[in-house]
């Protein structure tokens, strides 16, 4: 069974609308987890770096205003896309590090569609 | 990602192994990955490998590490139906806390 949970599967929002997304690990305290987006036929593109209790750590390019990221528990991070437009439409991912930290899981991602 | 490299397609009939290539430029790797995604899916681990190994072998997949070329390979014995998916290679280089390289994905079609 999947390790990393996220949820939505699948939203659908209008466009100047903010969306949160929720990544969770199950059985597993995840100090560090990341969000990646993916377009279709592309590979993974890293946004950014959640660490729990801490402030994230985006990628060069990626807006923090824009892709709020909260990682208030070892359990839990969050994803919030302000102000979405129709060009935030994508597959968001997130992934998670286990405690010994040579094994990450991914989630079964989000679909986000703004329309 | 451009630091690591696959082959964007592969055709394989049922029953037959398959060969998905990867290459690396990142000489401090340490953990090497694989994962497949099914379509509108999530990735999934398949396997990893650390870069002291050669060799790793689980059930129908083995992946083999030749780490002075930098060169990964995932084989898989008896290839089914199900095993039609994008195959990604990642890598995580020792001194980035675990951010995931990956490589295009390789379209993994397996016909009748």
């Known amino acids: 069974g999947a390790v990393v949970s996220q949820h939505p599967s699948r939203v659908i929002c209008k466009s100047g609308t903010s969306v949160k997304i929720e990544c969770r690990s199950l059985?597993?305290?995840?100090?560090?987890m990341f969000w990646y987006r993916q377009f279709p036929k592309q590979s993974l593109m890293l946004m950014a770096t959640s660490n729990e209790g801490s402030k994230a750590t985006y990628e060069q390019g990626v807006e923090k205003d824009k892709f709020l990221i909260n990682h208030a528990s070892l359990t839990l991070s969050t994803l919030t896309v302000t102000s979405a437009h129709p060009e935030d439409s994508s597959f968001y991912i997130c992934?998670?590090?286990?405690?010994?930290?040579?094994?990450?899981?991914f989630g079964e991602g989000s679909w986000l569609t703004v329309v | 990602g451009e630091d690591v490299e696959q082959s964007l397609f592969l055709s394989v009939r049922e029953g037959d192994s398959s060969v998905i290539n990867c290459t690396y430029t990142d000489s401090s790797s340490t953990y090497l990955y694989w994962y497949k995604q099914e379509p509108g899916a999530g990735l999934q681990l398949l396997t990893y490998i650390f870069s002291n190994m050669d060799m790793k072998q689980d059930q129908r997949l083995t992946v083999l590490l030749n780490k002075k070329d930098k060169h990964l390979s995932l084989r898989i014995a008896d290839t089914q139906t199900g095993d039609s998916a994008i195959y990604f290679c990642a890598e995580t280089p020792r001194s980035n806390d675990y951010k995931l390289s990956f490589g295009a994905g390789t379209t993994v079609t397996v016909r009748a």
């Open positions: 992934s998670a590090r286990t405690g010994t930290g040579n094994t990450i899981y």
């Open positions: 059985d597993f305290q995840a100090t560090t």
